[in-house]
């Protein structure tokens, strides 16, 4: 189908298109001016005009489409900058296209407008401002379009938030979270774009890798001394760390143990043990002797067909293994992760996975919705793959929301992706005191959080806070080896930059 959008003061093309495509995937969507003709000749299926004007103080869209016709307003707040017109204005023209295409279609969006990977950030900053839940949910569905069930499971997840973490809203003046990147895998998954590389070929990095790491978390563990905040929590993630040997991952560990400060009031210690292929006695027997309080074993899927289809390393029964195993080491916070829309995947093969979680029992459960990431198998040879429609997946959802419901999981953190299957998200559920603090903490972004390996993000959140600005460490080991005294520099004038030393 070829649409034709006239869009007169309007400067937000890709927004445009991006919003119609979201509706209909394969729509052929020409964007101009109101001055301008079509790019090409022919007449259209579908006919959208879009207008935008300021008007006492306000910003007013309007839109027409198939005999029907939107409008909304948008207050300005005085002598606006030009970057807040843009942002508003944004904002305004999406919702009457949303609401004129939800015509069209018969339904809208879950997210309503939204694209951004947290949602959260938006309701939390209206309870911040003084607004009640009553006051944020009319906001959310008037000004953005997101639906109630969607509104109802962020004003949830908020409740849950401020109760693990009461001081949510001044976390940052105290502490800081800590990533530690690990860009090993056995081997690559069809659906990842994480920085991870086969040990097969990158087995000759590890050894460097862990030197440098190990000079790296030198400098900043006493960068983070002299700020006087404090650690909450250390996650290790990547790539699967546990791809490292035994040894390696015992050094591993040793490092962080004395090179960032303040061990023992350390409330987490995650470490993504994604792959169960790779969790080895020994392995876990090494996260047990460190004091590791919260490990991942990530299944994905129970059906062997699909595992086998997406390159995993294990199958349905080495799961099961591996899990009992890290529980009868003395592990009391395991998570387990799921991915919903996988090639070829059902409903009915969702159940038996929710089913053979359940016989189970993790501590947590987060619900992945598959995303089509740019440089993933599942995305650059998509005909390979039969993946569910947008209708399929969102009834997985709403079964797996039914499921960790009846189980006594609550949802405690949320984030969405770009070209995220049936514009839906990724939920952490957790039973009640589980929830991993370092996932509120990175979502929200109300903590700094130090990135430390191959691949991590550095996120600074200051004294006020604000997010002051980002580093991102190479992704590619050989790169982070040979760039890590630079690397390390930076990021520790970046620090006392934005983490001011302690009086």
Known sequence: ?????????????????????????????????GQERAAESGEADLAIRLTLRRENGALLAAGDMAGWHEEHRVALPAAPDEATVRRKGKQVVLKVLHDLLARRYGTGQPWGILTGVRPMKLLHGFLRQGLTKEETARRLAADYGIEPARIDLLSRIADVQREVVPDLYTLYARSVSVYVGIPFCPTHCAYCTFPAYSMQEKRAFAEP??????????????????????????YVGGGTPTSLSAGELD??????????????????????????????????????????TRVSVNPQTFKGETLR?????????????????????????????????????????LRHTLACLESLGPDSVTVHTLSFKR??????????????????????????????????????????????????????YAKPGKESLYNICIMEEFQTVVGIGGGAVSKWVTRDGRVAGRHFNPREPRAYVETIREVAEKKKRQMERWLPAKS
């Open 1 to 33: 189908m070829r649409v034709e959008v006239r869009a007169e003061g309007c400067p937000y093309p890709v927004e445009i298109e991006r919003m119609i495509l979201l509706f209909d995937g394969t729509a052929e969507v020409c964007v101009t001016s």
């Open 209 to 234: 890798f862990l030197h440098a790491l190990d000079y790296e978390a030198a400098v900043l563990g006493e960068a983070l001394e002299r700020s006087g905040l404090s650690v909450s929590a250390v």
């Open 251 to 292: 050094r591993l560990l040793w490092i962080l143990d004395r090179r960032l400060p303040g061990r023992s009031p350390w409330s987490e210690w995650t470490v993504e043990a994604g792959r169960p292929d790779t969790l080895t006695a020994d392995r876990v027997e090494v996260m047990r002797s460190w004091g590791v």
């Open 309 to 349: 289809a997406i390159g995993r390393g294990h199958s349905a029964g080495l799961t099961e293994k591996r899990y009992r195993q890290v529980r009868e080491a003395g592990f009391e916070n395991v998570n387990m992760d799921i991915i919903l829309g996988l090639p070829g995947e059902t409903v009915e093969d």
């Open 375 to 428: 440089t993933a198998e599942v995305k650059r040879h998509r005909g390979r793959y039969p993946i569910p429609g947008a209708s399929e997946v969102r009834a997985m959802m709403e079964e797996a929301q039914a499921w960790a419901s009846r189980c006594g999981y609550r949802p405690y953190y949320l984030y969405r992706q770009k070209d995220i299957l049936g514009n839906l998200e990724n939920i952490g």
